[in-house]
């Protein structure tokens, strides 16, 4: 397995033709790293070179840039997305749904399949990525029920929505290459913990070019009508 990232345009082509993915998972376009990409076109373009060698598609359904192009990609893309309750809004074909998180649902032509599972993950954000990891562990030929096994068990990495208690004070850590659909979703997520007071300490968020003061002003919107105590 093989993480692919990108500055720049065209910096995902050649991880692509080194690595050959024989699954790609395009979790979704952004504006990560949109100064040094210049457009948002030119973001996605670079983002679906991953698909370049012919790597089965993984992608989000919640994504407006990859429902448009996964249209135009020479496989059938296997989707993902993430769901509070169950909804027709999804596209056609192979789908991978986590609901709410004690339900799977994985749909495909002429059947369509749930499963009870157990999920801890933190944050709604997170559930889309576990459908991402379960439709990618799919496609590459994993049994379902090995991957249900395994769910419980699962817990982020370092940096992310990571937990640390000092005295009886706990803090939440999340400062992974921000940008701003992850602040909102961690300020989403942070909303929801069940604390007296909470206080949210918010940096700044690099490379995003000339939109970048009305982004943060979007994140400061999103704190303030939180009711979170900002710093």
Not at 78 to 107: C, E, H, M, Q, Y
Request: charged share 25%.
């Amino acid at each position: 397995m093989a993480e692919l990232g990108a500055r720049r345009p065209g910096e995902i082509l050649p991880l692509t033709q080194l690595a050959r993915p024989g699954v790609a998972v395009l979790t979704n376009v952004g504006d990560a790293h949109l100064e040094l990409m210049g457009t948002r076109e030119r973001l996605a373009a670079t983002k679906f070179e991953i698909f370049a060698t012919g790597a089965q598609p993984i992608l989000n359904a919640d994504d407006p840039v990859s429902r448009e192009r996964g249209r135009d990609l020479p496989a059938e893309p296997l989707w993902f997305a993430a769901r509070d309750a169950a909804t027709n809004a999804l596209p056609k074909g192979r789908v991978v749904v986590v609901l709410g998180r004690s339900t799977l649902v994985i749909r495909e032509p002429g059947e369509t399949r749930h499963h009870a599972i157990e999920c801890n993950l933190p944050g709604d954000h997170n559930l889309a990525n576990l459908a991402a990891a379960i439709a990618a562990s799919l496609a590459a030929g994993a049994a379902i029920e090995r991957l249900i096994e395994a769910i419980p068990a699962l817990v982020l990495p370092s940096g992310r929505y990571e937990r640390v208690r000092i005295g009886e004070i706990e803090m939440i850590y999340d400062a992974y290459n921000a940008s701003l659909g992850g602040s909102l979703a961690t300020l989403r997520s942070f909303e929801r913990e069940a604390a007296a007071r909470k206080l949210a300490v918010l940096g700044s968020m690099a490379e995003l070019g000339p939109e970048a003061p009305e982004m943060h002003e979007r994140v400061g919107a999103a704190a303030a009508a939180s009711g979170i105590a900002i710093d």
